[in-house]
């Protein structure tokens, strides 16, 4: 398993269109159906670091499962604790899509990177958010089929189905012409379970650093 992390954006997970047909989830528009998010992935992994490739920024992880996973990331991934080959980690990857209506006059959505470092009972803690974002315009509607046609801030074109009577009465909303911002945040957060600092237990933590 590989996963691609130029600016922390996971490469292996679907892209917005597809995302937006994972809508087909559990998604919970607002009471005035102008706004809808959904969980599209929330794993948890107990690995073993390999290797670290400082140059390359790539980090070489070992489940006990024997399976391997590759993280690469970028230069705005920093202010992290620094991982060792040996070092016993607990990770998390948690993925979100949502999408709502676009302010009249609002200028284009920008994508930015977070990251945070602090202590979890003593033991190392870092903190990678990517907060991927694109505006679309929709193309066309069908409501007997549930699907929407739509072009991105790039000119590409998507074509989504949505499954899901949730995503099928926020689909009613729309109308030709409207404008939608999406935002794809993907995280990921580690604890080094092999390190202890117990002097940090309690110590506030480090302020974000945002990209």
Do not use: W
């Not at 604790?81 to 016993?88: A, E, I, K, T, Y």
């Not at 509607?141 to 995503?167: C, E, P, Q, Y």
């Not at 909303?173 to 957060?189: F, H, P, Q």
């Amino acid at each position: 398993m590989r996963i691609h992390a130029p600016r922390f954006s996971f490469r292996a997970l679907a892209l917005v269109a597809t995302g937006l047909c994972a809508f087909a989830g559990a998604v919970q528009p607002s009471a005035a159906q102008a706004q809808a998010s959904v969980l599209l992935k929330h794993q948890h992994a107990s690995a073993v670091v390999e290797t670290v490739d400082r140059e390359a920024r790539e980090v070489l992880l070992r489940e006990g499962n024997g399976h391997l996973i590759t993280i690469e990331y970028g230069t705005g991934v920093s202010d992290l604790p620094h991982l060792h080959s040996g070092d016993r980690l607990e990770i998390s990857f948690v993925e979100t899509l949502g999408a709502q209506m676009a302010p009249p006059g609002s200028p284009m959505p920008e994508s930015t990177l977070t990251t945070a470092r602090g202590f979890a009972l003593g033991h190392p803690r870092g903190v990678i958010a990517a907060f991927n974002r694109e505006r679309a315009t929709i193309q066309s509607i069908n409501l007997k089929t549930h699907s929407v046609a739509f072009v991105t801030d790039d000119g590409a074109l998507h074509v989504a189905a949505l499954r899901t009577k949730a995503m099928q009465d926020f689909l009613a909303t729309l109308k030709v012409g409207d404008v939608v911002d999406m935002t794809r945040m993907e995280a990921i957060s580690y604890v080094i379970t092999n390190v202890t600092q117990p002097s940090a237990v309690g110590a506030p933590q480090a302020p974000a650093s945002t990209h």
